[in-house]
């Protein structure tokens, strides 16, 4: 199967003030790794398979925009050799987390009555547990999946986040679905900065990492969840 290539992020392409967008904003979507959560899901269960070095390598890769998302997850994936039970083990041994400030801000926009959606080129299996904690509905969850195979596994080609270009399908298929607008993404890398437009608004998130990509080409760059909900009014 072939997909088209990603839309390339457009450097400051929205012509409308970032915070008023965000202040009004109905439906926000988060990436989760090194965003929601402080950790990258994949490399933490590199690290607890023994290839951490190796995998982080190409996660810094994928996430600056230098190489096809789909490409560098099939790379990790061919290294970490990942098995059910493998990724049972990791989840025990280390429970997804949250950054800094994730609660604090998503409960502030439920309290809104804004729609929260967690937006991930990362796996389920580490998604769900972080959805849970923020008392965000599972049918909100919109990330990869695991396709088991005798030689390891894969991404599952069905789901849109496991490519380039596909956060800005999720965000057609929310619009599709009645989600109002305004819409904004916030997340650290490269597809995140993507999914605008169809998205009205894509926030940097530098609070785990900062990418310069990302940095010059977001609508609107910050280091702290504090100044989004400080942002709220």
Excluded: Y
Excluded at 153 to 167: E, L, Q
């Amino acid at each position: 199967m072939t997909f088209p290539p990603p839309p390339s992020p457009l450097p400051n392409a929205n012509p409308l003030p970032a915070k008023p967008i965000w202040a009004s904003a109905r439906t926000v979507c988060f990436d989760v790794d090194s965003t929601i959560s402080p950790d990258e899901g994949i490399d933490v269960l590199a690290a607890h398979a023994g290839v951490g070095e190796q995998v982080a390598a190409l996660t810094r890769a994928a996430m600056g925009g230098a190489q096809r998302f789909e490409d560098a997850i099939a790379a990790r994936l061919a290294l970490i050799k990942p098995t059910p039970a493998m990724i049972a083990d990791c989840l025990a041994s280390h429970p997804p987390r949250l950054t800094a400030g994730a609660a604090s801000l998503v409960a502030a926009l439920h309290r809104r009555g804004v729609q929260v959606h967690l937006v991930s080129g990362g796996f389920e299996q580490f998604v769900r547990p972080l959805a849970d904690l923020l008392g965000i509905p599972q049918d909100r969850v919109h990330a990869n999946r695991f396709v088991f195979t005798d030689g390891g596994a894969a991404t599952d080609p069905a789901c849109p986040t496991s490519r380039s270009g596909g956060k800005p399908v999720v965000m057609q298929r929310l619009l599709a679905a009645g989600c109002p607008r305004p819409l904004v993404m916030v997340g650290d890398g490269a597809t995140d900065i993507e999914a605008r437009p169809p998205a009205d608004l894509a926030i940097g998130f530098g609070g785990v990492v900062v990418r310069e990509k990302v940095k010059v080409s977001a609508d609107w760059f910050v280091t702290a969840f504090a100044d989004l909900e400080a942002a709220l009014g």
